[in-house]
């Protein structure tokens, strides 16, 4: 089902990012969450963000040092006793799931357009 239509002011207020992953983990007792800390050329460091991705990625290693796309702005969420500054910008769902990334390097926290 389509989801209703938006106007450019609402999704203006959208703020994507290219992140680079510098760690990666199962969360204990869960079998769907990651914990990721992403790197965005914060001063303050890297982020951490919880993502339920844990079905798609069989080693977590796999991921440190990539670059993906992630929505910045929302609100933190604790998930699991874990704060969660983001989400994972992804598509698709079991056989289609894909990671977006950008097709060449780019600074950490460059913005998608």
């Known amino acids: 089902m389509d989801k209703p239509r938006i106007s450019i002011e609402e ?17 204990p007792e869960t079998d769907k969450l990651l914990r990721l800390m992403i790197d965005f050329g914060e ?3 890297p982020r951490q963000i919880v993502s339920g991705i844990a079905a798609y990625v069989s080693d977590p290693q796999s991921l ?7 929505v910045t702005n929302l609100e933190p969420r604790t998930i699991r006793g874990l704060e969660s500054n ?23 926290g460059t913005s998608a357009h």
């Open 86 to 108: 983001g989400m994972l910008f992804a598509v698709g769902a079991d056989d289609t799931f894909a990671f977006l990334t950008p097709d060449r390097d780019v600074p950490p």
């Open 64 to 70: 440190v040092g990539r670059q993906l796309a992630f």
């Open 43 to 45: 001063e303050v460091g």
């Open 11 to 27: 999704f203006s207020k959208i703020e994507v990012k290219v992140g680079t992953v510098r760690f990666a983990e199962r969360v």
